[in-house]
């Protein structure tokens, strides 16, 4: 069990928009911690989308020391030290490590957020168990708190979410046969348009090389090797005239 808490948020927009993200990648409880007011008909609910059905109305209200007390705790903050001297904010995990991280913990999990314009206080730091922080530029390195919260919990996404809108594979290689076909389509082609017999090789070579680095998909290895067939075709047509 994964929970989300918000320390001391100044805007109900940014509440309903983390609200969303948490529905986004399969997260369900939202802890508040000295809440602004959320109206149902207010910015929260309007930026939570399909959250403002069950997650923003039941969201519980709690105190910090209840979360401290009853969750491992992974506290989120823009700023870290760079050393072990000054140990509030060191040593920190970045987001894309924070699963690993927490796959192995026993217990139930509460990431915490902070307020807007400070986040978290080093006193609320120096009592949560992990310091998670986003890399960004050093010169502009605080994000806005649902920006944040998104990030963070896209990368949460192997313990929370079961199942995603993609297929198994986003980019199926097309079969062996398949690019062997397209090659040889080619070859006739080089042929066709009177490449230099002593530079086919060349050629052929290159064309794998391109092919292999772009890796196509089923469809799009058939519809290479139809349109070099078709050009192939007008070609010798051509000539027959």
């Known amino acids: 069990m994964i929970s989300v808490a918000v320390v001391d948020a100044e ?19 939202l802890l508040l911690v000295d809440p602004p007011e959320l109206d149902p008909d207010g910015e929260a609910y309007g930026f939570a989308g ?14 910090f020391d209840d979360i401290v007390e009853n969750y491992h705790t992974v506290a989120c903050t823009a700023t870290t030290n760079e050393d072990p001297a000054n140990h509030v904010r060191y040593p920190a995990t970045t987001p894309a ?29 120096a009592r949560l168990d992990v310091i998670c922080s986003i890399p960004a530029s050093a010169s502009y390195p605080v994000l806005n708190l649902g920006q944040a919260a998104t990030i963070v919990l896209y990368e949460l996404r192997e313990l929370t979410v079961e199942a995603n809108q993609h297929p198994e594979e986003l980019h199926t290689l097309a079969a062996k046969p398949a690019v062997e076909g397209l090659h040889a389509e080619f070859d006739r082609f080089l042929r066709a348009i009177g490449h230099p017999e002593e530079k086919q090789h060349k050629a052929r070579r290159l064309f794998r090389r391109v092919l292999g680095r772009a890796q196509p998909t089923g469809r799009e290895a058939k519809t290479l090797r139809g349109l070099f067939r078709q050009a192939r075709q007008r070609i010798e047509r051509a000539e027959d005239d």
């Open 50 to 63: 399909q959250a403002r059905e069950d997650i923003l109305p039941n969201a519980r209200t709690v105190t």
């Open 11 to 29: 805007t109900p927009g940014n509440v309903g928009t983390i609200a969303r993200s948490m529905k986004n990648f399969g997260l369900s409880e």
């Open 97 to 125: 490590d924070l699963a690993d991280s927490l796959r192995d913990v026993e217990g139930d999990i509460c990431v915490v957020f902070g307020r807007e314009r400070v986040g978290l206080s080093n006193d609320e730091l």
